[in-house]
Structure formats: C-alpha cells, structure tokens
C-alpha cells in the first residue's frame, strides 16, 4: 500500500458527460501528480500539483482540468467525454516539488465512457 | 528531446530463468533514474532508484546497473516467478530544472513468466 488513495475505483459513464476523480496524497506529501494510462500505453503525465498551486502541464486536454485543495487533496475533473478518454487514470504524490524524486502511486481510476 | 527507450517491448520466458531489461535515455542532465513494476490495472510500484554516483542497486531478486556515461541502464530479475509477470517501466529525471513534470517515462517492457 503506497498510501496514496484514488476513488472511485471504477467509473462507467457516457459520451459528452462530465465526471471528477480524487486523490488523497500520502501523509506529507505536497505534490500530487495526475496521469492517463489507455489501454496497452504507457504513463502519459497530465498535471502536477505542489502545496495547492498549478507546477507543470503535461499532455493535458483543455477538456480536463484538475486542482488541489487546502488539504493537499486533488481532483482531476474530465468534461465532455469522448469515447477515446477511457482509461486508468493514476495519481502519485511526492514530498517535493521538483517532479524529479520518487512517487508514490494510488490504486488508480478506471473509467469507461460508453 | 529528452527521451526514455525501453527494449525489449515484451519478453516471455520460464519461471525460474533470469532475464534483463534494457532502458536508454538522452534526458540531460541527469538527476535519477528509477523502475518501477506495474502489475495489470494497479499503480506502479518503486523497485529502485539510482543517482549519478551509483552504478548498482539492488532490491532482493530486481538488480538495477546503470551507465551514466553511455546513458544505459538495465534491470536484471534473477531466479524469475510468475509474480513478475508485469510492466517494469523505466523513469529518467532532469536535473536543474525549474519545471516539474521533468520525469521522462518509457513505455515499458510486458514481462510475462510461464510454468
């Protein structure tokens, strides 16, 4: 157990609908980071987090957009989803902000948009 | 481009043998490198990770080398079981640099184990 925690853990939706995934960090940890994973792909960094404020944009779609709350915890909110957007979504959380230490990673959110 | 090269993409091979994975990377300057495991539909885990100065480390049967000079590093399984059948996926990260997000990920290696 990493001790980052994703929910839900699985999420069925349908095209053009709207849906927000959480993610509580470890204890202590100020960064938390957002990645897509389709299916048989690897990692595809979406967004980061440090101590509430916006640090780096990956391949973000301007459908998607994320943020961290007061409590460190994160929510990664998807609109207007499209058949391609099915997929495990994780979230890792570091202690630092430079993205370049070890993270640690949750569960994951599988969502399918039918 | 700061990138991370993953070989082979999969690899099949008999509980009990040893294998090795390969990662190259052209990500500068360099800060660390790490493996991790993915298991089908989890998160991935840390195996190991390796600064500039160091050129081996291991975690119980995971054996991790790395050639800064080349820009190589491999992931050597000993004694292989069928648990390590997952993805072990290579992560490179950029040094003085004010930007997060400057983890490079490869794409993996499927590594399956049969009886």
């Known amino acids: 157990d990493s001790g980052v925690t994703q929910t839900p853990k699985h999420l069925i939706t349908a095209t053009g609908q709207r849906v927000t995934l959480r993610c509580s960090p470890r204890?202590?940890?100020?960064?938390v980071y957002w990645y897509q994973q389709s299916l048989d792909q690897g990692l595809q960094f979406l967004i980061q987090?440090?101590?509430?404020?916006?640090?780096a944009k990956g391949n973000i779609l301007e459908r998607f957009s994320a943020q961290q709350f007061p409590d460190l915890h994160s929510e990664l909110n998807l609109s207007s989803l499209e058949l391609g957007d099915s997929a495990l979504y994780f979230c890792?959380?570091?202690?630092?902000?430079?993205?370049?230490?070890?993270?640690?990673f949750g569960p994951g959110t599988r969502l399918t948009v039918l | 481009k700061n990138q991370v090269e993953q070989s082979p993409q999969s690899l099949i091979i008999l509980e009990g043998k040893n294998c090795t994975l390969q990662?190259?990377?052209?990500?500068?300057?360099?800060?660390?490198l790490r493996w991790y495991k993915q298991d089908t539909g989890r998160g991935p885990v840390s195996l190991t990770i390796m600064t500039f100065s160091e050129n081996t480390k291991s975690n119980g049967r995971y054996t991790a080398t790395l050639d800064a000079d080349t820009k190589q590093s491999s992931l050597h399984i000993t004694a292989s079981q069928l648990s390590d059948s997952a993805s072990y996926i290579c992560v490179v990260s950029r040094a003085y640099n004010t930007n997060a997000g400057k983890s490079t990920f490869g794409d993996g290696t499927t590594l399956t184990v049969k009886p």
């Open positions: 987090y440090y101590n509430g404020e916006e640090r």
């Open positions: 204890s202590g940890d100020l960064s």
């Open positions: 890792a959380s570091s202690v630092e902000a430079s993205g370049s230490n070890e993270q640690f």
């Open positions: 990662c190259n990377y052209t990500v500068s300057p360099f800060s660390n």
